[in-house]
């Protein structure tokens, strides 16, 4: 058997969890972490069934098709979050340069963790701020 790398996924940040949108085209979208691998849950609900050997059947197929992803954090995650953790959950937002569902709605994408910062101080500080 030869081992190839699994596809890869961006995470990003939302509401203050790490998640990854289905690069299947399912638009759901599910919590990841750091070193597991992800499977979206409604492309294969049975991973997540408590029958073991269905579990691992429909592992085995979701790897067969390529469709166990590795997740790519950005490389100043701890960073980000810290930049973003004085705001609200739901202002705790980040998506990874180029992320199709920023470029779709017109939201910033790629921001560096000073310019998160710096976007806080610009558009959410002068509304509480007067
Ligand atoms: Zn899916």
């Not at 998640?19 to 992800?38: F, T």
């Not at 953790?85 to 994408?109: T, V």
Request: charged residues 25%.
């Amino acid at each position: 058997m030869v081992l190839t790398a699994n596809p890869k996924v961006k995470a990003r940040l939302n509401h203050g969890r790490w998640i990854v949108d289905c690069p299947l085209g399912c638009n759901s979208a599910s919590l990841v972490y750091p070193g597991k691998p992800y499977i979206c849950g409604d492309h294969y609900p049975r991973v997540f069934s408590d029958d073991p050997g269905a579990a691992a059947d429909e592992v085995a197929r979701a790897y067969e098709l390529k469709h166990v992803y590795d997740v790519v954090f950005p490389g100043d995650k701890a960073d980000i979050e810290r930049a973003l953790k004085s705001r609200p959950l739901d202002l705790q937002n980040w998506f990874p340069n180029g992320h199709p569902l920023a470029i779709e709605w017109d939201l910033p994408h790629g921001q560096s963790p000073q310019g998160l910062i710096d976007e806080e101080r610009t558009h959410y500080k002068k509304d509480l701020v007067r």
